[in-house]
Structure formats: structure tokens, C-alpha cells
């Protein structure tokens, strides 16, 4: 039985699809993989389509109508995820930020060890960044203290979108309950988690910046991440 997916989200990633569904099936753990596509003006989902042909049992792909944020591209994935047998739901970028390599440790921490979400984490062991400007390292490392200080979370990289979750973590969050669409979303489900006392787990990973295609980082984004995590910490002092 196939215990694990990747969803992988995208949106005008020609130039790393393919390379990056080929990279996750070459590592010795087999691993499903689902793009959900925002319907890239690109090709990306035309791509997909063809290594279907080369993958027909282990690629999957849904086209959303229009690009509608990351939280929301990873809740439709996540429920169509949970739909199947899945019992260890991955997230991971399609630009090669995060090593497929490392999928196997994410898949470790929770199969092997105990953990709930495992965190592929760029601040466990110090920064570990590469090709970032300072000023992105330290708003995303300043980002990680401040969540830290606000939520009481002890998770050093709050922001990191490269992550295992049980079956049983994802089953137990109200998909309609979580507000934020960017990387607060990524705040939000941590948090999620941390209030109903899963057991999480950080492995160190090297964080890549892509040097193919576009990031999809705005100011609106920052914003929501840093006005979202006052909101959400005030709203859970008031649902316990």
C-alpha cells in the first residue's frame, strides 16, 4: 500500500515541473505526487499531463479555474489527500527550495519517530539559507521569532512550507476554520496543531532560493502573516 503523497501546488512553473516530479520519484522511498495547478497561463498542467504518460499510477493532477492563494491550493489538495489512504501528506515547492532528498527525514520523523508534522526547519541548527539576500533572511528569521514570541509555539521556522503531517493532524482540523491564504497559512495550520498538542518535530534542512521562474512573495503576504498572527493568537485565548 502507497502510504505517502506530495502535493505540490503550482502556478507558472514550466521550468521546474518536470524536473522536480522526476526528482521526487528517483528517491528510494516511493512516493505519490499531486500538483494542483492554478490554472498556469504557462503550460504547467499541459507538462503534467504528459509525464502522466510516464507516471500513470504515481502522478496525479487537479486544475483549479484561477490562482486563489497557497493555503487554498494545499486545502484542496489536503481533501482530496484524505479522500484516499494516505496516512503521511507532504508539502513541498516546485522550485526546488526544498530537497527531495529531504523527504525521506520528513518521512522518518513521523513514521519512525513518533512525530505528528515533522517541519523541514532552516533555523534548527542556526540559518541555513542559501542564495537569499540579508534583507529576506532577516525578515524571514525575524518573522520566526516574532511568531514564536506572540503564539508561545516553540517551532523556530513557523514560515517553512516544507512538511509531513499525519493522516490524524489533518483529519482533526475544520478546513473552514483556517482564515489566511499565503504564509500565514503556514503560521495557521502550525498552530492548529501546537493548540491540539500534536507532537511536532523540526529537521534541518538547507532552504535553496530557486533560480528558475518567479517568486510569488508580496507585500500583501508579509502583511497578512504579520497582522494574521495577532488575530489568530487572540482569537484562540478565546476557544479554549
Known amino acids: ?40 497561463p504557462d503550460g504547467t498542467a499541459d507538462k503534467v499531463r504528459e509525464l502522466q504518460l510516464k507516471y500513470p499510477s504515481r502522478l496525479f493532477l487537479k486544475v483549479r479555474e484561477e490562482k486563489s492563494g497557497l493555503g487554498t491550493a494545499y486545502i484542496y489538495g489536503f481533501k482530496w489527500c484524505l479522500e484516499r489512504t494516505y496516512q503521511y501528506i507532504f508539502e513541498m515547492d516546485a522550485d526546488f527550495s526544498h530537497n527531495p532528498k529531504d523527504l525521506i527525514r520528513l518521512y522518518n520523523a513521523c513514521h ?25 533572511i532577516i525578515l524571514s528569521y525575524g518573522a520566526s521569532i516574532y511568531v514564536r514570541t506572540i503564539t508561545g509555539m516553540r517551532v523556530k521556522d513557523s514560515t517553512a512550507g516544507f512538511i509531513c503531517y499525519r493522516r490524524s493532524v489533518l483529519e482533526s482540523i475544520n478546513f473552514d476554520d483556517i482564515k489566511f491564504i499565503g504564509y500565514a497559512f503556514q503560521i495557521e495550520m502550525k498552530f492548529k496543531a501546537y493548540l491540539k498538542q500534536f507532537k511536532i518535530v523540526e529537521v534541518p534542512v538547507i532552504f535553496t532560493d530557486r533560480t528558475k521562474g518567479q517568486s510569488k512573495l508580496s507585500s500583501s503576504i508579509i502583511s497578512e502573516a504579520i497582522f494574521g498572527v495577532i488575530s489568530m493568537k487572540f482569537k484562540s485565548l478565546f476557544n479554549k
Not at 13 to 40: G, M, R, T, Y
Not at 115 to 136: E, F
Open 112 to 136: 519512525l519517530k513518533g512525530a505528528a508534522l515533522s517541519i523541514g526547519s532552516r533555523y534548527v541548527k542556526g540559518i541555513n539559507v542559501v542564495n537569499w539576500p540579508l534583507s529576506r
Open 1 to 40: 500500500m502507497q502510504d505517502a503523497v506530495v502535493i505540490i501546488p503550482t502556478y507558472n512553473e514550466i521550468e521546474n515541473i518536470e524536473a522536480i516530479v522526476d526528482a521526487v520519484f528517483s528517491q528510494e522511498k516511493a512516493f505519490h505526487i499531486l500538483v494542483v495547478d492554478d490554472n498556469s
